[in-house]
């Protein structure tokens, strides 16, 4: 389902037995699965990405264009296990409608303390979201995958501050937290499962496989 041909990603949608061809052959690919934001808010989120970026400095800004919704991290996955994932996740996918999702609220993760990850997210969790997300946890576990047994909290990654973070950088997030962000919505229609990359710049996320939702599937 993922590999690359002439340095470029494969990208194919699952669906029925899921088969797995990775050139990283002996060390796998470092890799996640999420939920992609789509359009209208992907826009709005990319245009309040850009002003965060002008007026909050000594931050690790998110790459505008692969902006999503983490379920699930495996860190480093070799081609068995990408397949394995997959393969339990592919029903959970299909079962389930696509959901409608509203961002709207800034905020920072750990809540107390020096911020490590700046996010957007929502301001009331939508149980169609975080079913999908302990469903795909429910699923990837009986596969034999380590999960995260935390309560799921959906929120778009917007960035990361540089340690030690100024005092500059973080009273203009902390202005920016005080005016908080206009909502946005989407619909929610895939799972995606990302390579993370090292880059200059920040890391570059490719699309390896799209499995899609129920009304996508049908």
């Known amino acids: 389902m993922f590999g690359r041909s002439g340095g470029r990603p494969i990208v194919d949608t699952v669906s029925g037995p899921v088969a797995v061809a990775c050139v990283h052959s002996r060390l796998g690919v470092r890799c996640f699965l999420a939920v992609p934001l789509a359009e209208p808010a992907l826009n709005d989120v990319q245009h309040r ?23 699930h991290f495996f860190g480093q996955a070799t081609d068995d296990e ?39 997210g929502s301001e009331q ?20 995958f380590e999960v995260e047994r935390r309560p799921f909290r959906a929120h778009c990654t917007l960035g990361r501050p540089r340690v030690p973070w100024s005092s500059e950088g973080r009273a203009a997030w902390m202005t920016a937290l005080s005016e908080g962000a206009p909502r946005c919505v989407f619909t929610a229609d895939r799972l995606v499962l990302y390579e993370s990359r090292p880059a200059s710049g920040g890391s570059v996320y490719e699309e390896l496989a799209v499995v899609p939702l129920k009304s996508a599937a049908a």
């Open 49 to 71: 990405l850009a002003t965060l970026r002008e007026r909050v400095v000594q931050v690790r800004w998110a790459r505008p264009e692969t902006l999503h919704i983490t379920i």
């Open 82 to 120: 990408a397949a394995r994932a997959l393969a339990h996740v592919s029903p959970v996918a299909s079962h389930t409608p696509p959901i409608d999702v509203t961002l709207g609220r800034l905020g920072s993760f750990p809540p107390r303390g020096w911020p490590r990850v700046l996010w957007l």
């Open 125 to 144: 969790e939508s149980s169609g979201f975080t079913t999908l997300a302990h469903a795909c946890r429910a699923a990837l576990s009986d596969a034999g």
